[in-house]
């Protein structure tokens, strides 16, 4: 086994096999984890917010945004010899971490939209989600291997689970 590379929130690293990328708190947040399985280049992006269009300012930190972040990891992928027609994906987080009673705004279910933007983007890129662990209301902290593709799941009271 290889090296754990951490990824901040609002972050994404790339890494080759034997390594593995892993991130805390993935409460709203979405983690996108990609994969190149003939060259083994993986990479996972911890997004906190889904459209870098709606904010402004936002080129100072791409990896903070669905759109602009799961491009920039295909284009560190592709740097270290991933092909983009191989590329696959596996999605968590997303959760709704907190509720208010009579709230239907948009900004109270950034998790949910994340995931939309997320799933958007992927498919913008034609890169297919192999599975996800998405929503409920609970945070995890992932473990992405490129080598096998195996993404750990953990959340507090829940047992470990690996898609």
Do not use: W
Request: net charge positive; proline share 3%; charged share 20%.
């Amino acid at each position: 086994m290889g090296e754990i590379i951490k990824v901040g929130m609002a972050d994404l690293k790339t890494c080759l096999s034997p390594d593995g990328v892993t991130t805390l708190g993935l409460g709203s947040c979405v983690g996108i984890a990609l994969r190149d399985p003939v060259t083994k280049v993986g990479g996972l992006a911890h997004i906190m917010l889904p459209d870098s269009t709606a904010i402004r300012n936002s080129h100072q930190n791409i990896a903070k945004f669905a759109d602009t972040g799961i491009d920039e990891l295909v284009r560190q992928m592709e740097t270290l010899g991933a092909k983009r027609s191989r590329i696959v994906a596996k999605i968590a987080g997303g959760a709704t971490m907190f509720t208010f009673q009579n709230s239907s705004s948009s900004t109270m279910v950034v998790g949910e939209r994340n995931v939309e933007a997320t799933k958007k983007k992927l498919g913008d890129l034609n890169i297919p989600i192999l599975s996800e662990d998405t929503g409920k209301n609970y945070g995890r902290t992932v473990t992405f291997f490129p080598e096998s593709g195996d993404f750990h799941i953990r959340a507090v009271g829940k047992q470990e689970t690996i898609i």
